[in-house]
């Protein structure tokens, strides 16, 4: 071989290594590239992952959080169920037993019926009522075992102390209920004429507590499920009861307390499920 041969072979072994090392690197450079191309796209779906993730777990809780009932609250629930009534028209509870606080020593009130009031043909719900009464008194014992059930509820009115428990089921005004119980009251003026219980001169009296029981209620709102106790005494033979209104004022009359009362339960009652529960009541207990 001559030495240009020779050279020749030399420069082509050379040739081939130097490809050799240059595809080398060319190849590891492309192969660490594509490694790091691939790590930055696990990490970007990592990311994404996580975001989303944490975007749904977000959107979740929001949107549980914002979950709201149609009137805006939820009606007071009893806390023991043993001690409390619900009204199952409006699912307000009332307690079996109710204390007043008063200057004055008041007895323990007991739930004997409640319903709902409703008003027009669309039977808009207005307020919840429950009827207690001091089923402790005395009195009570001399109720006729033969008597009517509307009979024994005019005799528990009539003997003893009684409360009315108002819990309107949507926020109204004192206006609005004191406009309610006037037009009640006079409709129950009439009939006791009617039925000539009312002399002229027991209207001509009762004309003055009426116009005060009118101005005791205010023009300010009443909340939802902010009840409104309405008091009546037990007779006595030193003065006339009172209509206690809670947080208003009173009156005193013995035909204004007692025929109050008593307007809730004449015939079917202003309010029928109120009736109801309470002739059940007396039926089973008096």
């Given at each position: 071989?001559?030495?240009?041969?020779?050279?020749?072979?030399?420069?082509?072994?050379?040739?081939?290594?130097?490809?050799?090392?240059?595809?080398?690197?060319?190849?590891?450079?492309?192969?660490?590239?594509?490694?790091?191309?691939?790590?930055?796209?696990?990490?970007?779906?990592?990311?994404?992952?996580?975001?989303?993730?944490?975007?749904?777990?977000?959107?979740?809780?929001?949107?549980?959080?914002s979950t709201v009932h149609l009137d805006g609250e939820v009606a007071p629930t009893p806390t023991?169920?043993?001690?409390?009534?619900?009204?199952?028209?409006?699912?307000?509870?009332?307690?079996?037993?109710?204390?007043?606080?008063?200057?004055?020593?008041?007895?323990?009130?007991?739930?004997?019926?409640?319903?709902?009031?409703?008003?027009?043909?669309?039977?808009?719900?207005?307020?919840?009522?429950?009827?207690?009464?001091?089923?402790?008194?005395?009195?009570?014992?001399?109720?006729?075992?033969?008597?009517?059930?509307?009979?024994?509820?005019?005799?528990?009115?009539?003997?003893?102390?009684?409360?009315?428990?108002?819990?309107?089921?949507?926020?109204?005004?004192?206006?609005?209920?004191?406009?309610?119980?006037?037009?009640?009251?006079?409709?129950?003026?009439?009939?006791?004429?009617?039925?000539?219980?009312?002399?002229?001169?027991?209207?001509?009296?009762?004309?003055?507590?009426?116009?005060?029981?009118?101005?005791?209620?205010?023009?300010?709102?009443?909340?939802?499920?902010?009840?409104?106790?309405?008091?009546?005494?037990?007779?006595?033979?030193?003065?006339?009861?009172?209509?206690?209104?809670?947080?208003?004022?009173?009156?005193?009359?013995?035909?204004?307390?007692?025929?109050?009362?008593?307007?809730?339960?004449?015939?079917?009652?202003?309010?029928?499920?109120?009736?109801?529960?309470?002739?059940?009541?007396?039926k089973e207990h008096l």
């Amino acid at each position: 071989m001559s030495w240009i041969q020779s050279r020749l072979a030399r420069s082509a072994v050379q040739g081939c290594l130097t490809f050799s090392a240059s595809a080398s690197s060319r190849f590891g450079s492309h192969s660490a590239a594509l490694a790091r191309t691939a790590l930055h796209q696990r990490k970007s779906l990592t990311s994404s992952a996580l975001f989303w993730g944490s975007a749904f777990a977000v959107a979740t809780g929001l949107t549980l959080k914002s979950t709201v009932h149609l009137d805006g609250e939820v009606a007071p629930t009893p806390t023991e169920e043993e001690e409390t009534r619900v009204d199952p028209a409006t699912s307000i509870a009332f307690p079996k037993t109710l204390k007043i606080q008063s200057k004055t020593p008041l007895p323990t009130f007991t739930l004997v019926g409640l319903g709902v009031r409703t008003v027009s043909f669309l039977g808009i719900k207005v307020y919840s009522i429950g009827f207690y009464a001091d089923l402790s008194n005395p009195k009570l014992a001399a109720i006729p075992q033969d008597a009517t059930p509307d009979e024994k509820i005019e005799y528990i009115v009539k003997n003893s102390a009684c409360v009315l428990r108002i819990v309107p089921t949507r926020s109204t005004s004192y206006s609005h209920l004191r406009d309610g119980f006037m037009r009640a009251l006079q409709a129950r003026q009439m009939l006791c004429k009617k039925r000539e219980q009312l002399t002229s001169e027991e209207e001509l009296a009762i004309q003055s507590p009426l116009r005060k029981l009118k101005s005791m209620f205010p023009n300010t709102p009443l909340g939802k499920h902010s009840p409104l106790d309405i008091l009546i005494t037990a007779p006595s033979p030193k003065e006339p009861r009172s209509l206690i209104v809670r947080d208003l004022g009173s009156v005193q009359s013995d035909w204004l307390a007692r025929e109050f009362v008593l307007t809730y339960f004449e015939g079917k009652g202003l309010s029928p499920p109120l009736k109801d529960s309470v002739v059940e009541y007396v039926k089973e207990h008096l």
